[in-house]
């Protein structure tokens, strides 16, 4: 069976992706990043998904805890308000304060490397340009550049089977996405959006209240708790 690599990080994209994967025919990968991030329950969401999917012995969880010493991100740096959805934070831009520097580059790095080890053709990522937060590396162009990158520094891309970068969501609105999900039995009960990371979600970020439009226009509810509804 073809192998891909799943980046999986517990939230309901990049869950969508495992069951996306499978459908498309591969044996999948998961691997995880604990880069200190604020949302702490998303490493053991993330857990729950791959024992759902029966891939519990070969899910990666990869230390990234340095992230959090630089700091920069309201997600790792605890001086750093996680700001109401509609708002950037204290700084005005138009990327926001929950922007992690360097995240997603790492983490396709990381990923590039257990997908040679393993064999994989494939790495899945939910990056999405469209219902997203204004992360630069969340942007097709900067996911092109990447696999070109990935194909002239591995073996198999040298010996001209490099890897590729799936994003199957890149272009999928929030509700899109949830009723693809919805259709694959995708299991949302068991992640998690939110950026602060409490025990319920919050409710007020911009990653929950995507998520919760997102199901409002898919016409469906959101499986998980939340403090402030």
Not at 152 to 158: E, K, M
Request: proline fraction near 5%; include cysteine.
């Amino acid at each position: 069976m073809k192998k891909a690599v799943v980046i999986l990080s517990g939230g309901l994209d990049s869950t969508t992706c495992m069951g996306i994967a499978r459908e498309a025919g591969y044996d999948v990968y998961p691997i995880t990043f604990d880069y200190g991030q604020r949302q702490r329950r998303e490493i053991e969401n993330a857990r729950l998904v791959a024992e759902f999917y029966g891939v519990a012995d070969r899910h990666k969880v990869i230390s990234l805890g340095f992230l959090k010493e630089f700091g920069g991100s309201a997600l790792t740096d605890d001086s750093i308000d996680v700001p109401p959805a509609g708002e950037s934070g204290p700084v005005e831009s138009d990327i926001p304060v929950t922007y992690v520097p360097g995240r997603n580059l790492l983490f396709l790095s990381i990923a590039t490397s257990y997908a040679e080890v393993t064999g994989a053709e494939a790495i899945y990522i939910g990056v999405n340009a469209l219902d997203y937060s204004g992360y630069p590396d969340c942007r097709p162009e900067f996911i092109r550049k990447v696999e070109e990158v990935m194909a002239l520094a591995t073996r198999v891309g040298v010996e001209g089977v490099p890897i590729k970068i799936e994003t199957p969501l890149i272009d999928w609105t929030k509700a899109e996405i949830i009723r693809q999900g919805e259709r694959l039995g995708v299991p949302y009960h068991l992640t998690t959006s939110c950026y602060n990371g409490q025990e319920e979600a919050c409710g007020e970020c911009d990653s929950c209240r995507l998520r919760l439009k997102g199901f409002a226009d898919a016409q469906s509810s959101d499986p998980i708790a939340y403090r402030s509804l």
